[in-house]
């Protein structure tokens, strides 16, 4: 019996996601794990596995179509059944299934129609409906890395023209230096990364739509580095626990008592998520995404450590499940390997909170009217106001304070 | 160098090569003891005589066919045709014969017959006797299409084309005959199928060629009092025709205008634009423009008539519209 395959959602903001390459062809077997096609969603580009095993009779999207959560995709079944496209997808589905043959590049980025924020520029024929570039605007600005996105066109309906993207081009000249003796480095021009991109459309909407506040506290982080010391003394080179082990953990046990703090706010409700899932921030060349440890208020720090171990390699290597990535609902930024005392964070829509933390600093402290050496960290919250309130972070940074400052209780 | 009028050029060419090698003949109508209806070959039969400047009967299957005969049989004719408008009743000798004969008899023998026509309007000829039909004749194989802008072009291709080995037609504009050009004292030779940039320029290129270069460049003239310069160039010959000339000025400018006097459907200014959008898709920058007669028989009525064909404003205004 033909199964349809429709686009996975893969995050709780999701509402479409470009399918970018079909990895099995038409009339191609595929096993049930195997990866099925690459979509790549707001986050980041995700390999899509089938839930079953058969053979891939129809493509219903043409690569590089942009598909809303939920529509089919694909059929599966077995090698000689009849497939009645109608029957299974309706008339509603695809106006034109791709089962004859894939039409030219530009007929299936046509066939759905891009929203303003749709921009990836890709090449000549992956335009984004409504811009207007000449053929010659078109080669130079491939040719230099420029995003036609980026310009305004002068000519006819907003046409850009070939004095547009020079225009773009041309550096302004160097102001002559007072250090003559070594010459300025020439200025470049990047073109945003897929990624960056992503990025910034994200961190814009959120700082410009959330209302953040943000409350600091300074946190004793001597008993963690004891006891993180104690353990890894004990534990082999590869499964060494790291200081963001302690905190993801901490953090998802304090927010256990605060699901306000585990939320999304959706129209004129409050979500609270049944599940703790801690997004963990990871730096990359181009950019940053955050990866998932899943029910990390459920699982032994040693669980949740190898499993955040590996998620972060995948993604240092670009090769991310969906799972990886999707659902958290509360994220971690750790910028401690950085010396650094504190920063504040942009919360990472749809969550209602992040937590950004600085580096451990040794410094005097006083205790019991001795100054002694001790061992500090600097922890800033930023909290969506129309979720929470400041005294209820507060709150929850007492809690976190409490579990970071007696970490022995994350192990039992 | 010498200032001389096209009609001078062109008839020194023809004397030259008659005095150069006796077998270059010259038949036509009234080209003889007349001296040729626009008087290109005045005082030729006196000097070269009844046997080599040859009056026929007003019958232009004749000329050519006897031109094309004679030119088979070794001698070098050059035949006139009073205007373009009259080789459409030798046509079959132009298109069938003369462009054909050396293809199909496969090299045995070879076609040296040069057919000159006047072609052209703006004289108040009515709209059968002022048609600008140079495009019909590009479209065969085996013909070459020679039409030159200039007195140095007219007299240096007219030599080509008679010492050539194939059928040339050589297009002559009725209304450029009086228009005067430098000449080099020495003798030279134009190559046929070699487009030539006119005028330099750097922001729109204009093709041009025949009565419409000098449209063309009196458009240049009032361009370049705005701060535009436009970079013509003359095809001189539209079959063969020469793009590169045409692609290298485009790939600087990324605009053309093109200009005919012929009509714009199916017309010469179709062909050089799709060679630019093939050939150099991606250096466009703007909407190709043709500049060509309007799509009706040519009016007898001189304001009309005026208003039908392509003049200089007409350029002007296309060159603007893409910049």
Known sequence: MATVINMPKLGFDMAEGRLIRWVKAQDEAVQKGEVLAEIETDKATVEVESQESGVVRVHLVAENSLVPVGSPIAILGTADEAIDLEALVGKSGPARPAAAKPAAPQAQTAAVPAGPHETEAEGDGNLPAGLRATPVARRLARERGLDLNSLSGSGPQGRILKSDVEAALIAPAPAPS?????????????????LRAIIGRRMTASKQSLPHFYLTADLDAGPLMALRGDLNSRMPQDQQFSVNDFLVKSAALALREFPNLNASLEGEEIVRHGQINIGVAVAMDDGLLTVVAREADQKPLRTLSAELRQVVARAREGRVRPADIEGSTFTVSNLGMFQLDQFTAIINPPEAAILAVGSVRQEPVVVDGQITIGQRMRVTLSADHRVTDGAEAARWLQVYRSYVEHPVHLLV | MAV?????????????????????????????????????????YDHFGPERVRDTPIAESVIVGAANGAAMAGLRPVAELMTINFAFLAMDQIVNHAAKLRYMFGGQMSVPVVIRAVSGGGRQLGATHSQTPDAIFAHFPGLKVVAPGTPHDAKGLLKAAIRGEDPVLFIEHATLYQFRGEVPDQEYLEPIGVSKVQRPGSDVTVVAYSKTLQHSLQAAEQLAQEGIQIEIVDLRSLRPLDMGPVLESFKRTNRAVIVEEGWRSYGVGAEVAARIAEEAFDYLDAPIRRVAQAEVPLPYNQALEQMALPQVDDIVSAVREVL
């Open chain 2, 4 to 44: 001389i009028t096209m009609r001078e050029a062109i008839s020194q060419a023809l004397w030259e090569e008659m005095e150069r090698d006796e077998r270059v003949i010259i038949l036509g109508e009234e080209v003889g003891v007349w001296g040729g209806t626009y008087a290109v070959t005045k005082g030729f």
């Open chain 1, 178 to 194: 007072l250090q003559a003796a070594r010459p300025a480095a020439a200025t470049e021009r990047v073109q945003l990364s897929k």
